[in-house]
């Protein structure tokens, strides 16, 4: 029995269009076509950032902290924060490895109301101690820590509490957005894995455009193949149930 020998099959953004478009039993058959449907693509993509869909983009990053400085401007392609750690030894690399002179301690988040809530987190020169709190919100911090108006899109602060009191590594991983569609040879910033759910969604897309009656038939294909797509996009982890003991005195 022969078989291929390879495993490279992925699809250009045209050819995911194209697929879509035939499920809507349609062709692409003008310029306008492939534009619309790349900018339902790229809505798709923010909808799967919305309902959390994709821990592949997960990567690493730190923020070196300085004392007194209490809110750090967070790179715009995070989307969120999902765990995070304070390196409180002095010299220690901001390498995820570490080494021997690296202490890792865990620091909470909270909500921009508890955050709020608290009380003497003003900056101070000389800061307060080590940070054991964090609260990611969106939006810029000019000069003094008041938010800015007009902030541009996607912004985000790290505010730490309390105020360091020495320079520390806040040391995180993050769900990064998704790249564009952009041009139309380039392949879709996802798994192969996810090429079913990717294609099932755009054709639902672009029927409530342009094939309306056939929107209820691809949405539940579309939602099966999601719910297919959400499950292996989970973290796996070592799951073990231990039975419950009864104390007997």
């Known amino acids: 029995m022969a078989y291929s020998g390879t495993q490279t099959f ?3 953004i045209e050819e995911i269009i194209q697929e879509a478009h035939e499920r809507c039993q349609l062709e692409v058959r003008e310029g306008y076509d492939l ?3 790349k900018r339902s693509l790229n809505l798709m993509f923010a909808e799967w950032a919305n309902r959390g869909l994709n821990l592949w983009t997960i990567e690493y990053a730190t923020q070196t902290l300085t004392a007194g400085t209490n809110y750090y401007s967070i790179d715009q392609k995070v989307v969120d924060i999902v765990d995070a750690v304070v390196t409180t030894t002095a010299g220690a690399t901001s390498n995820l490895e570490g080494d021997s002179n ?7 988040r909270i909500s921009r109301t508890e955050y709020l809530n608290l009380s003497k987190k003003e900056t101070k020169s000389t800061g307060d101690g080590r940070p054991v709190q964090f609260a990611l919100i969106p939006g810029q911090v000019t000069t003094g820590g008041s938010s ?4 541009p899109e996607n912004d985000m602060t790290l505010f730490l509490y309390p105020s360091p009191d020495k320079a520390y590594i806040f040391k995180y991983f993050y769900i990064g957005r998704i790249q564009d569609a952009g041009d139309y040879t380039n392949n879709a910033d996802v798994p192969f894995y996810f090429l079913p759910c990717l294609t099932a969604g755009l054709a639902y897309y672009i029927s ?11 949405k539940a294909v579309y939602d099966e193949e999601f719910e297919r797509a959400a499950d292996n996009d989970r973290e796996r982890t070592s799951f073990r ?8 005195p």
């Open 102 to 108: 690296t202490t890792d301690v865990n620091i909470n």
């Open 241 to 248: 149930v231990e039975p419950a003991q009864a104390y007997i």
């Open 35 to 37: 534009k619309t449907a």
């Open 148 to 151: 800015s108006s007009g902030r």
């Open 10 to 12: 992925n699809l250009s």
């Open 208 to 218: 409530l455009k342009k094939a309306p009656m056939l929107s209820a038939n691809l």
